[in-house]
Structures are given as C-alpha cells and as structure tokens.
C-alpha cells in the first residue's frame, strides 16, 4: 500500500481488494530475487529497459528486500522473452 497526494494505491491478489475501491486486473506479478542492498543502483532498470524495448507497460512496486514487476496478463508471455533476450532467469 502507498499513499500519495491523490491516491491511496493498494496492491493486492485480485478479489481481495477492499470493499468500494477502483481495480484493475488481470496483471501477473514477476519479483526480481536476488540478494542487494537498497543503496544497489540499476536493479530495477536492468529488468525495466528489456521490457520498455519490447513495448510492454510495467507497473513497478518495491518492497525494503526486492522489487516486484507487474505487467498485463495479455503481455506475459512478450515480457519473459525480452527479460530472457536480456540475460535474465525466468522461473
């Protein structure tokens, strides 16, 4: 959950969003795993450029331990061939 100026935004398994709130699903979840330190430059961009070059919109949440990527279910499939293209494990 975050809160900004506007908004409170929720990320959660679809169907368990709050009473009365605005979704938007089908979005499959991709977590970067690895083990580096929150001051670790380029993390998310090394998993974020391969999927802006393949035209796939990604939305990015990010917890203290890693960092999480969702991207439509319709481009799943296009997202883990250009992370795959890029030298990236897909599990």
């Known amino acids: 959950m975050t809160r900004g100026s506007r908004e ?3 990320v959660c398994a679809e169907g368990e969003a709050p009473a009365g709130a605005e979704t938007r699903g089908g ?3 991709l977590e970067i795993l690895g083990e580096y330190e929150p001051e670790a430059v380029g993390v ?11 035209g796939v919109s990604v939305f990015v949440f990010s917890a203290w331990s890693t960092d999480f990527l969702l991207v439509a279910e319709v481009d799943l499939g296009r997202a883990q061939s250009a992370l ?3 030298g990236h494990a897909i599990d």
């Open 84 to 86: 795959r293209h890029a």
């Open 8 to 10: 409170i935004t929720i």
């Open 44 to 54: 998310v961009a090394a998993a974020t450029a391969p999927l802006a070059r393949a």
């Open 27 to 29: 979005y499959r979840c």
